[in-house]
């Protein structure tokens, strides 16, 4: 059922799934009042995942509602193997937005790819997860959209973590685990990357499997993304075995949610209990999205 927030008159409309909801009555566009900022932070809190529908935002509002929230991270390192319009990073063209914002497309101009992650699918996983301290969140905002796919999934890592059967909660007990910094969601090698001869030579952060977000204190699994994962202390093979029963439970679709992108559409979600994950589409098609990342700590 949606609620008002009187105060800033912000309606937040459920999904009615696991996670996600619709904020309703705010323009982005400009300066947002103090209760309004409250009211999102409610939400997002509540949520997990929040949808704004009919958004009409330059990058400097992309960027200016991001802060709202916490403090602007870089964009991730780019594939190696297209060109891009800069040495490291899609990026967008303004000072600022070539160190904050990321270009995600499959749009290639004149030869040079204008973002990353092409048409592919992109795999379940949570933002740039392989640094010591990993985007809390990201805002995705979309300018081009394809008539179908493209859509973009979430999975709520709470109810992940709270559904785990008992044994598999007891083998992730005190565990970490290594997440693989060399490719990007679409299976890409990252510049100045190699890959490892075996997930157990991962390069990466380590993270424990179970984190437990500084704010509502509530504990999430806390996987990253599947591909090269390792969990140090256990041999090749049980690591493989076991990561593969964890992500085999937290992507159920019991525990997801799916936003079919319309133009002018924001996405916030939360990358410290949501793990997301997007269909292929058609190449043909052109998608276009501008993305920023708000930094996060050290999860514990
Ligand atoms: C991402 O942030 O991983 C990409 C999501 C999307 O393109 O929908």
């Given at each position: ?128 997860s392989y640094i010591a301290e990993p985007p809390m969140a990201s805002v995705l905002y979309s300018l081009e959209v394809p008539a179908s796919g493209g859509d973009t999934g979430f999975c709520n890592m709470y109810l992940a973590l709270e559904t785990l059967p008992a044994e598999l909660r007891r083998q992730i007990e005190g565990r970490a685990c290594r997440h693989d910094a060399s490719r990007n969601s679409a ?114």
């Amino acid at each position: 059922m949606a609620t008002v927030i009187e105060r800033a008159r912000v309606m937040v409309r459920p999904s009615g799934k696991a996670l996600a909801a619709d904020i309703e009555g705010v323009d982005l566009a400009g300066p947002l009042a103090s209760e309004t900022t409250a009211a999102i932070r409610q939400a997002w809190s509540d949520h997990l995942v929040l949808r704004f529908r009919g958004q009409n935002l330059s990058d400097d509002d992309l960027m200016r509602v991001s802060r709202e929230l916490g403090d602007l991270d870089w964009a991730p390192i780019a594939a190696a193997k297209i060109k891009v319009p800069d040495e490291d990073r899609y990026i967008d063209g303004t000072p600022e937005g070539r160190q904050y914002v990321m270009v995600i497309s499959n749009v290639v101009e004149n030869g040079v790819a204008i973002g990353q992650l092409g048409a592919y699918e992109a795999i379940w996983h949570t933002d740039m997860s392989y640094i010591a301290e990993p985007p809390m969140a990201s805002v995705l905002y979309s300018l081009e959209v394809p008539a179908s796919g493209g859509d973009t999934g979430f999975c709520n890592m709470y109810l992940a973590l709270e559904t785990l059967p008992a044994e598999l909660r007891r083998q992730i007990e005190g565990r970490a685990c290594r997440h693989d910094a060399s490719r990007n969601s679409a299976g890409e090698l990252r510049r100045g990357f190699v890959d490892a001869p075996d997930a157990s030579q991962t390069v990466g952060a380590e993270h424990p499997i179970v984190r437990t977000h500084p704010e509502t204190r509530r504990k999430a699994l806390f996987l990253g993304r599947r591909r090269n994962a390792y969990i140090p202390g256990l041999p090749l093979a049980e690591s493989e075995a076991l990561l593969d029963a964890l992500w085999a439970h937290a992507t159920k679709p019991e525990f997801t949610w799916y936003q079919q992108w319309k133009l002018g559409d924001l996405i916030l979600w939360d990358n410290r209990c949501v793990m997301h994950r997007r269909d292929a589409f058609d190449p043909n098609a052109r998608r276009v999205m501008h993305r920023t990342q708000i930094k996060g700590d050290r999860p514990y």
